[in-house]
């Protein structure tokens, strides 16, 4: 495979999962983890990315102010959003994750909608300071560098005193039989005391990322209330999932 090629490979997982590990490149391209690493390095240089210890970053992950040129499938983020807007009540308390599609939902919040939000995450909790009628809660804990949201036995413990109505959460891996997954531990351990915390859980996820899963499993499939795509509910490629008992909007 050329260098051209594995970059746009490396390039087109990195703006789908948000980050990657270099292991897990260097077996989708079949090279040396040196050749990847190497790339990666050119790719930071190129401000394509931003290498990390151990893999790389979307540089819309960590710089959501820079919109239109680095935030990954944008046009589908928000017509996530704006789906997921209609599922807003008045009065509500909800929980907003981490992620770029979750602040695209953050900015579409109307002004005139009062509610409570909890969120683990800054650029989220930052974007919903300008919404004059949402309290702003922020879970805390140790922040990663990497996403921004905070992470550890912190935040575990503070989601376990709250119960909210929605938390509305992304994923890294959904598939309709094993369910979503994360390449990161410590973010599945979050992402279980969120689910735990509410009463129904709602799933933001394009669908490039539909059939897809990973190393660590943050819950099955049913344990998600609905699911919202960029797809009309009843395309297609939404077959696998409406066998589940979930919706799907």
């Given at each position: 495979?050329?260098?051209?090629?594995?970059?746009?490979?490396?390039?087109?997982?990195?703006?789908?999962?948000?980050?990657?590990?270099?292991?897990?490149?260097a077996d989708i391209l079949d090279?040396?983890?040196?050749?990847?690493?190497?790339?990666?390095?050119?790719?930071?240089?190129?401000?394509?990315?931003?290498?990390?210890?151990?893999?790389?970053?979307?540089?819309?992950?960590?710089?959501?102010?820079?919109?239109?040129?680095?935030?990954?499938?944008?046009?589908?983020?928000?017509?996530?959003?704006?789906?997921?807007?209609?599922?807003?009540?008045?009065?509500?308390?909800?929980?907003?994750?981490?992620?770029?599609?979750?602040?695209?939902?953050?900015?579409?919040?109307?002004?005139?909608?009062?509610?409570?939000?909890?969120?683990?995450?800054?650029?989220?909790?930052?974007?919903?300071?300008?919404?004059?009628?949402?309290?702003?809660?922020?879970?805390?804990?140790?922040?990663?560098?990497?996403?921004?949201?905070?992470?550890g036995a912190g935040a575990i413990?503070?989601?376990?005193?709250?119960?909210?109505?929605?938390?509305?959460?992304?994923?890294?891996?959904?598939?309709?039989?094993?369910?979503?997954?994360?390449?990161?531990?410590?973010?599945?351990?979050?992402?279980?005391?969120?689910?735990?915390?509410?009463?129904?859980?709602?799933?933001?996820?394009?669908?490039?990322?539909?059939?897809?899963?990973?190393?660590?499993?943050?819950?099955?499939?049913?344990?998600?209330?609905?699911?919202?795509?960029?797809?009309?509910?009843?395309?297609?490629?939404?077959?696998?999932?409406?066998?589940?008992?979930?919706?799907?909007?």
């Amino acid at each position: 495979m050329l260098k051209e090629e594995r970059q746009r490979t490396i390039l087109n997982e990195v703006a789908l999962h948000n980050k990657v590990l270099l292991t897990d490149i260097a077996d989708i391209l079949d090279v040396s983890i040196d050749t990847v690493r190497r790339d990666v390095k050119e790719l930071d240089a190129d401000n394509k990315l931003r290498k990390v210890h151990g893999g790389a970053v979307a540089l819309g992950f960590t710089n959501t102010t820079v919109r239109n040129t680095n935030i990954y499938a944008l046009e589908e983020k928000k017509k996530i959003a704006e789906k997921a807007v209609g599922l807003l009540k008045d009065g509500g308390v909800i929980f907003i994750d981490g992620g770029t599609t979750c602040v695209e939902l953050a900015r579409k919040i109307p002004e005139n909608i009062k509610l409570t939000c909890f969120t683990m995450s800054l650029p989220v909790a930052l974007e919903l300071l300008v919404k004059p009628n949402v309290k702003v809660i922020l879970i805390g804990g140790e922040v990663s560098r990497d996403s921004q949201i905070s992470l550890g036995a912190g935040a575990i413990n503070q989601l376990s005193e709250i119960h909210v109505d929605y938390s509305f959460i992304g994923t890294g891996y959904v598939d309709s039989g094993y369910g979503l997954t994360e390449f990161d531990w410590d973010i599945v351990q979050v992402k279980k005391a969120v689910i735990k915390a509410s009463k129904k859980t709602i799933l933001l996820s394009i669908s490039e990322k539909l059939n897809s899963q990973h190393r660590y499993k943050t819950c099955d499939i049913n344990a998600i209330s609905t699911m919202i795509t960029e797809l009309d509910p009843n395309n297609g490629q939404l077959n696998l999932f409406r066998n589940q008992e979930i919706h799907l909007l």
